[in-house]
T-cell receptor, first 114, second 113 residues
């Protein structure tokens, strides 16, 4: 059972480039989340989804977009990369629907923008 | 608003020492409380949780009790090991809706042999 899989693990981008961070889960979870982790700042929620076709903004959504066309996948897109988006990005999923189950996290994508 | 405050790190202990990492929260309603652990180069893993007042979560020798009167969820372990070296995050989840987590800033623990 793979759990939550994120790709790539590392990436370096130039300012202005775009890229998509991939996230897939095989646990049939309804809810999925994207966080960014900056040093000494904990995790901040970027976007989340409570089911296929439904997405909503979190605490720090500016500069990012998401889609949720299937239950399994929840890609995060950076359209115009900026140095402020240098961070470690974590995807998470949970069963949701008031199941009282915890979130499961992927191993993260370390992104540097130069 | 909803927030979590953890003690500042880093924390450095010798093996077999007693560990306490303080966590207090501010929330509307009745949140569930969690401790997550992050080992170097890895994602977050759930360590323990408590869903209502006076619940005690425990796992791998770690414990935390949900104290509604003091809005706290302090993490404790009686005897730490080198393998416990990691970053520990306290988090709350509000009831209902999207089940979003609100995290503290994390506390880095280093245990020396």
């Amino acid at each position: 059972n793979a759990g939550v899989t994120q790709t790539p693990k590392f990436r370096i981008l130039k300012i202005g480039q775009s890229m998509t961070l991939q996230c897939a889960q095989d646990m049939n979870h309804n809810y999925m989340y994207w966080y960014r982790q900056d040093p000494g700042m904990g995790l901040k929620l970027i976007y989340y989804s409570v089911g296929a076709g439904i997405t909503d903004k979190g605490e720090v959504p500016n500069g990012y977009n998401v889609s949720r066309s299937t239950t399994e996948d929840f890609p995060l897109r950076l359209e115009l990369a900026a140095p402020s988006q240098t961070s470690v990005y974590f995807c998470a999923s949970s069963l949701g629907t008031f199941s009282n189950q915890p979130q499961h996290f992927g191993d993260g994508t370390r992104l540097s923008i130069l | 608003g909803n927030s979590v405050t953890q003690m500042e790190g880093p924390v450095t202990l010798s093996e077999e020492a007693f560990l306490t990492i303080n966590c207090t929260y501010t929330a509307t309603g009745y949140p569930s409380l969690f401790w997550y652990v992050q080992y170097p180069g890895e994602g977050l893993q759930l360590l323990l949780k408590a869903t209502k007042a006076d619940d005690k979560g425990s796992n791998k020798g770690f414990e935390a009790t949900y104290r509604k009167e003091t809005t706290s969820f302090h993490l404790e372990k009686g005897s730490v090991q080198v393998s416990d070296s990691a970053v520990y995050f306290c988090a709350l989840r509000l009831q209902g809706g999207s089940e979003k987590l609100v995290f503290g800033k994390g506390t880095k623990l280093t245990v020396n042999p």
